[in-house]
């Protein structure tokens, strides 16, 4: 059968089955075969368990299907099973109907007998955070490709002291080395969407630090609300129940000049000051 990515395959599915496109729901389905290899082939599924949320059409499903161990795609329109039923039929693959942000990962463990997996997808933009904070916090996924806004790509793979360098960047950057993939034109979705595109891989630490996450992020919410303010103003104005003197001796506790500001730190002195400043 003709693969999915083609543009005509896309148009004739959606007439057959009566399909509209939600916006609430983001609903862009990728049409282009050359992007749909490059984020599969930069995903490594070959012989691999694989997660994908959100699967639309299927356009990217049929080509890790071809490649993995074992696929469960999680899709939250349940109008979309009938076009499923025609267009993803591999013996490899289960479609579960479920909103990914409810759902229990339970379910995910018991699709891949608690073995680790590779989660690739095409993600709706207005929840790329709220999906990926879920994956890496209640999951066993060992490695990430996933397309989202290229702005938010950017912030996820900055680096200090840059001008896209922010609290999300330092949060997925405690979790896993992130590196930035490949940028994905408008032309390559049905409909174009109204933002540019971008592929990000995360490879999740096999450990992490062994500190008081809230307490860490907290404290790197707090240097970022202000960040044109050197630390010791940012986060002695954010309303932490500390002085301005206890924040200063914690800084200085852990070897950062109080005068530095909150985009020229490492995810490593974040960690560092989460131990010597307690706001939890």
């Known amino acids: 059968?003709?693969?999915?990515?083609?543009?005509?395959?896309?148009?004739?599915?959606?007439?057959?089955?009566?399909?509209?496109?939600?916006?609430?729901l983001g609903q862009n389905f990728l049409i282009d075969g050359n992007i749909v290899r490059k984020i599969v082939d930069l995903a490594e599924v070959d012989g691999e368990n694989v997660l994908?949320?959100?699967?639309?059409?299927?356009?990217?499903?049929?080509?890790?299907?071809?490649?993995?161990?074992?696929?469960?795609?999680?899709?939250?329109?349940?109008?979309?099973q009938p076009v499923h039923e025609e267009t993803l039929a591999y013996d490899n693959l289960r479609v579960h109907y479920d909103d990914f942000l409810k759902m229990d990962p339970v379910l995910i463990d018991e699709a891949f007998d608690g073995e680790p997996f590779v989660v690739v997808s095409?993600?709706?933009?207005?929840?790329?955070?709220?999906?990926?904070?879920?994956?890496i916090e209640q999951t066993k996924a060992k490695r990430i490709v996933v397309m989202v806004q290229k702005e938010v790509a950017r912030r996820f793979s900055a680096k200090p002291s840059t001008k896209d360098y922010g609290s999300l960047s330092v949060f997925v950057q405690f979790y896993a080395h992130v590196s930035y993939g490949f940028d994905v034109p408008?032309?390559?979705?049905?409909?174009?969407?109204?933002?540019?595109?971008?592929?990000?891989?995360?490879?999740?630490?096999?450990?992490?630090?062994?500190?008081?996450?809230?307490?860490?992020?907290?404290?790197?919410?707090?240097?970022?609300?202000?960040?044109?303010?050197?630390?010791?103003?940012?986060?002695?104005?954010?309303?932490?129940?500390?002085?301005?003197?206890?924040?200063?001796?914690?800084?200085?506790?852990?070897?950062?000049?109080?005068?530095?500001?909150?985009?020229?730190?490492?995810?490593?002195?974040?960690?560092?000051?989460?131990?010597?400043?307690?706001?939890?």
């Open 122 to 135: 095409n993600l709706p933009y207005y929840v790329t955070t709220a999906i990926l904070t879920k994956v």
């Open 186 to 280: 408008k032309t390559v979705f049905i409909p174009n969407p109204n933002v540019d595109s971008a592929v990000v891989k995360f490879e999740l630490r096999d450990r992490v630090a062994d500190v008081d996450r809230e307490n860490l992020f907290k404290i790197v919410r707090g240097a970022f609300s202000k960040r044109r303010k050197t630390l010791l103003n940012a986060l002695s104005t954010y309303g932490f129940d500390l002085s301005k003197a206890e924040i200063e001796q914690a800084l200085e506790a852990s070897n950062i000049d109080p005068k530095r500001r909150a985009e020229t730190l490492t995810p490593e002195e974040y960690i560092v000051l989460s131990i010597n400043m307690k706001v939890t």
């Open 1 to 24: 059968m003709e693969r999915l990515y083609k543009p005509h395959r896309v148009i004739e599915l959606l007439k057959a089955y009566g399909f509209h496109m939600s916006k609430s």
């Open 52 to 80: 994908e949320i959100g699967p639309g059409l299927g356009t990217l499903t049929e080509e890790i299907a071809a490649r993995a161990k074992r696929v469960l795609a999680v899709e939250i329109d349940k109008r979309l």
